[in-house]
Protein backbone atom coordinates (compact mmCIF):
# COMPACT_ATOMS: atom_id res chain seq x y z
CA UNK A 1 0.00 0.00 0.00
CA UNK A 2 1.16 3.33 -1.02
CA UNK A 3 -0.42 6.16 1.16
CA UNK A 4 0.31 9.81 -0.57
CA UNK A 5 -0.68 13.25 0.56
CA UNK A 6 -0.69 16.31 -1.58
CA UNK A 7 -0.41 19.96 -0.67
CA UNK A 8 0.41 22.82 -2.29
CA UNK A 9 -2.57 24.15 -3.37
CA UNK A 10 -4.75 27.29 -3.09
CA UNK A 11 -5.93 30.21 -4.69
CA UNK A 12 -3.82 32.56 -7.25
CA UNK A 13 -4.62 34.68 -9.73
CA UNK A 14 -4.44 34.14 -13.24
CA UNK A 15 -0.88 34.16 -14.91
CA UNK A 16 0.37 33.52 -11.33
CA UNK A 17 2.21 30.62 -10.17
CA UNK A 18 1.68 27.24 -7.79
CA UNK A 19 3.67 24.29 -6.45
CA UNK A 20 1.99 21.23 -5.80
CA UNK A 21 3.90 18.40 -3.82
CA UNK A 22 2.87 14.80 -3.09
CA UNK A 23 5.03 12.90 -0.60
CA UNK A 24 4.11 9.32 -0.77
CA UNK A 25 4.97 7.09 2.01
CA UNK A 26 6.47 3.84 0.86
CA UNK A 27 10.20 3.33 0.68
CA UNK A 28 9.81 1.91 -3.05
CA UNK A 29 8.65 4.79 -3.85
CA UNK A 30 11.14 5.17 -7.03
CA UNK A 31 9.48 1.80 -8.29
CA UNK A 32 6.55 3.91 -9.22
CA UNK A 33 5.71 5.96 -12.54
CA UNK A 34 3.90 9.11 -10.93
CA UNK A 35 1.17 11.06 -12.38
CA UNK A 36 -0.43 14.36 -11.95
CA UNK A 37 -4.19 14.32 -13.10
CA UNK A 38 -7.24 16.81 -12.05
CA UNK A 39 -11.01 17.19 -12.05
CA UNK A 40 -13.27 20.19 -12.16
CA UNK A 41 -16.39 20.26 -11.50
CA UNK A 42 -19.28 18.60 -13.21
CA UNK A 43 -15.86 16.64 -15.44
CA UNK A 44 -13.95 13.47 -15.77
CA UNK A 45 -10.54 13.61 -14.30
CA UNK A 46 -8.04 14.06 -16.67
CA UNK A 47 -4.47 13.47 -16.90
CA UNK A 48 -1.98 16.61 -16.58
CA UNK A 49 1.50 15.15 -16.39
CA UNK A 50 3.57 11.91 -15.78
CA UNK A 51 7.10 10.89 -14.91
CA UNK A 52 8.86 7.61 -15.04
CA UNK A 53 10.77 5.89 -12.20
CA UNK A 54 13.98 7.70 -12.47
CA UNK A 55 11.98 11.09 -13.80
CA UNK A 56 14.31 10.75 -16.90
CA UNK A 57 11.13 11.13 -19.10
CA UNK A 58 8.25 13.42 -18.50
CA UNK A 59 4.69 13.52 -20.14
CA UNK A 60 2.33 16.47 -20.49
CA UNK A 61 -1.16 16.80 -21.65
CA UNK A 62 -1.13 19.97 -24.38
CA UNK A 63 -3.61 21.54 -21.89
CA UNK A 64 -0.52 22.43 -19.91
CA UNK A 65 2.40 21.59 -21.98
CA UNK A 66 4.89 24.42 -21.66
CA UNK A 67 3.36 25.82 -18.53
CA UNK A 68 3.28 23.18 -16.27
CA UNK A 69 6.37 20.77 -14.60
CA UNK A 70 6.65 17.35 -12.88
CA UNK A 71 9.75 16.30 -11.38
CA UNK A 72 10.35 14.06 -8.33
CA UNK A 73 12.63 13.30 -5.76
CA UNK A 74 12.98 10.02 -5.17
CA UNK A 75 15.01 10.45 -1.62
CA UNK A 76 12.21 12.56 -0.58
CA UNK A 77 9.68 10.17 -1.80
CA UNK A 78 8.33 13.24 -3.03
CA UNK A 79 6.73 14.35 -6.71
CA UNK A 80 5.96 18.03 -7.86
CA UNK A 81 3.98 19.83 -10.26
CA UNK A 82 5.59 23.61 -10.67
CA UNK A 83 2.37 25.31 -12.41
CA UNK A 84 3.33 28.65 -14.18
CA UNK A 85 1.50 30.82 -15.83
CA UNK A 86 -1.77 29.42 -14.42
CA UNK A 87 -5.66 29.95 -16.27
CA UNK A 88 -9.33 30.11 -14.53
CA UNK A 89 -9.48 26.68 -16.69
CA UNK A 90 -6.73 25.25 -14.46
CA UNK A 91 -9.05 25.43 -11.60
CA UNK A 92 -9.69 21.74 -10.11
CA UNK A 93 -8.50 19.27 -7.32
CA UNK A 94 -5.47 18.09 -8.33
CA UNK A 95 -4.92 14.52 -7.69
CA UNK A 96 -1.49 12.52 -7.78
CA UNK A 97 -1.41 8.72 -8.47
CA UNK A 98 1.09 6.20 -8.50
CA UNK A 99 1.25 3.24 -11.00
CA UNK A 100 3.71 0.88 -13.59
CA UNK A 101 2.63 2.50 -16.50
CA UNK A 102 4.74 6.01 -17.04
CA UNK A 103 2.90 8.18 -18.86
CA UNK A 104 -0.54 6.58 -19.05
CA UNK A 105 -3.43 9.08 -19.55
CA UNK A 106 -6.11 6.39 -18.15
CA UNK A 107 -6.90 6.17 -14.80
CA UNK A 108 -7.32 2.68 -14.28
CA UNK A 109 -3.65 2.30 -14.98
CA UNK A 110 -2.84 4.11 -11.49
CA UNK A 111 -3.22 1.98 -8.34
CA UNK A 112 -2.89 4.69 -5.95
CA UNK A 113 -4.48 7.99 -5.51
CA UNK A 114 -3.69 10.81 -3.27
CA UNK A 115 -6.84 12.62 -1.36
CA UNK A 116 -6.23 15.70 -3.96
CA UNK A 117 -5.91 19.82 -3.84
CA UNK A 118 -7.83 22.53 -4.31
CA UNK A 119 -6.28 24.64 -6.61
CA UNK A 120 -8.65 27.98 -7.50
CA UNK A 121 -7.19 30.86 -10.84
CA UNK A 122 -8.99 33.24 -10.17
CA UNK A 123 -9.54 35.54 -13.41
Known amino acids: QVQMVESGGGLVQAGGSLRLSCAAS????????MGWFRQAPGKEREFAAG????????YYADSVKGRFTISRDNAKNTVYLQMNRLKPEDTAVYYC????????????????WGQGTQVTVSS
Open 97 to 112: AAGFKPGSRSVEDYNY
Open 26 to 33: RRTFNAYA
Open 51 to 58: INWSGSST
